[in-house]
């Protein structure tokens, strides 16, 4: 079975300061790991995806993750904290073999808050 | 990325009653899934609706409930079943094409806020 964790269930950081959104994994063979973004009252946005090659990937809005397969994670990074980046973060997975479908498991959302 | 639509983009509903809400993409796609997100929780995948056979449901959800239709490779309904108020969710149709140009991304749409009295 595949499983996403996200330690923590809210961020707090000041407009202008790194912002950092843990996220750790469990998957059979080769993880696909997404991470999405939700605003107040809208859908899921895709953000990045890592699914092989180099262990940074950059996707939208100045968002990077970083891929470590020896502790499992893919944590999200921003060097520099918007306050439109308050919303809710999602890391999904799901195992690159054929066996697990493309059906994706999420974790349970971080809420990131950028004060001014 | 795909451009994905939903109707209705909210509702209240009677309990007992039924809802079916609709999907629409912009493209042709192979796979489409339905994800149900309750008030404060992550989303929980449902179904996998493939063309041409018929729905695959995750543990937990089942067909009398939950029927779904994938008429063509762009439209997919999900009908929420004689209502309870622990359906009140957002639901949210989502697709992938692997064989395409979005590779092994899901796309989401907008999502349906429904609420049961």
């Known amino acids: 079975a595949q499983s996403v964790a996200q330690p923590e269930d809210q961020v707090n950081v000041a407009e202008g300061n790194p912002l950092t959104v843990k996220c750790t994994y469990s998957v059979s063979g080769n993880p696909y790991l997404f991470w999405y973004v939700q605003y107040p009252n809208r859908g899921l946005q895709f953000l990045l995806k890592y699914i092989t090659g180099d262990n940074l990937v950059k996707g939208s809005y100045g968002f990077e993750a970083e891929f470590n397969k020896s502790q499992t994670s893919f944590h999200l990074k921003k060097p520099s904290a918007l306050v439109s980046d308050s919303a809710l973060y999602f890391c999904?997975?799901?195992?690159?073999?054929?066996?697990?479908?493309?059906?994706?498991?999420f974790g349970g959302g971080t809420r990131v808050l950028v004060k001014p | 990325s795909a451009v994905i639509s939903q109707k209705p983009s909210r509702d209240i509903c009677q309990r007992g009653t039924s809802l079916t809400i609709q999907c629409q993409v912009d493209s042709q796609v192979t796979m489409m899934f339905w994800y149900r997100q309750q008030p404060g929780q992550s989303l929980t995948l449902i179904a996998t609706?493939?063309?041409?056979?018929?729905?695959?449901?995750e543990s937990g959800f089942v067909i009398d409930k939950f029927p779904i239709s994938r008429p063509n490779l762009t439209f997919s309904t999900l009908t929420v079943s004689n209502m309870s108020p622990e359906d009140s969710s957002i639901y949210l149709c989502?697709?992938?094409?692997?064989?395409?140009?979005?590779?092994?991304?899901?796309?989401f749409g907008p999502g349906t806020r429904l609420t049961v009295l």
């Open positions: 999904a997975v799901r195992g690159a073999n054929l066996a697990a479908g493309n059906k994706l498991t």
């Open positions: 989502s697709v992938e094409d692997p064989a395409g140009v979005w590779g092994d991304t899901q796309y």
């Open positions: 609706a493939n063309q041409g056979s018929e729905a695959t449901y």
